[in-house]
């Protein structure tokens, strides 16, 4: 069955970076875009962009544009979310989750991360 | 950029009907999707391209959009509803989430 499996919970000083992974399985890893959602404590849904596991340039909300670096390595069928600058604001629960179409992005997901927790704080 | 603006909560008695929309210019010219999202889980999309169902989602759910409202009904409410769902659009430049509507089963 599709699984997609994140890296552990962080906290982070003001200014610093992190890096979440995101292991994907169950499906041909290169077939299927992933894309990165954060939800604040409380708050809603924010997408922050997405990648193509096959190459190609990913695509990145503009107000994410700057700080985030999305990278795929198709040998471990991982893709990661770097984040830089952190801020207070950017504490929140990271997902990754797989678009539901193979070849192209649809902008819809099916298939979710178990989220994980990054904490800013000083 | 697009705002998709949905009702804080609804609340509903089990066995009734829920109705929970997503208000936007012109969202009927655009394919809405729905997710469900519990306390401490991941979303999981429940509709999608207005009113498709994702394999596994009970009939009890459905969608319509037209106009300026999308809607998600959940008939037969049950307390296992209970949870915050999120609309979504692709607005040709971003994903796009609504604010998130918080069911509550009374």
């Known amino acids: 069955q599709v699984q997609l499996v994140q890296s552990g919970a962080e906290v982070k000083k003001p200014g610093a970076s992190v890096k979440i992974s995101c292991k994907a399985s169950?499906?041909?890893?290169?077939?299927?875009?992933v894309h990165w959602v954060r939800q604040a404590p409380g708050q809603g849904l924010e997408w922050m962009g997405m990648?193509?596991?096959?190459?190609?340039?990913?695509r990145y909300a503009q107000k994410m544009q700057g700080r985030v670096t999305m990278t795929r390595d198709t040998s471990t069928s991982i893709v990661h979310m770097e984040l830089s600058s952190l801020r207070s604001e950017d504490s929140a629960v990271y997902y990754c989750?797989?678009?539901?179409?193979?070849?192209?992005?649809?902008?819809?997901?099916?298939?979710w991360g178990q989220g994980t927790l990054v904490t800013v704080s000083s | 950029s697009y705002v998709l603006t949905q009702p804080p909560s609804v609340s509903v008695a089990p066995g009734q009907t829920a109705r929970i929309t997503c208000g936007a210019n012109n969202i009927g010219s655009y394919s809405v999707h729905w997710y469900q999202q519990k306390p401490g889980q991941a979303p999981v999309l429940v509709i999608s391209y207005d009113g498709d169902r994702p394999s596994g989602i009970p009939e009890r759910f459905s969608g319509f959009n037209s106009g300026n409202t999308a809607t998600l009904t959940i008939s037969w409410v049950e307390a296992g509803d209970e949870a915050d769902y999120y609309c979504q659009v692709w607005d040709s430049s971003s994903v796009v989430f609504g604010g998130g509507t918080k069911l509550t089963v009374l």
């Open positions: 169950g499906y041909i890893f290169t077939n299927y875009h």
């Open positions: 989750a797989r678009d539901v179409c193979s070849g192209a992005s649809c902008f819809l997901f099916d298939s």
């Open positions: 990648i193509n596991p096959s190459g190609g340039r990913p």
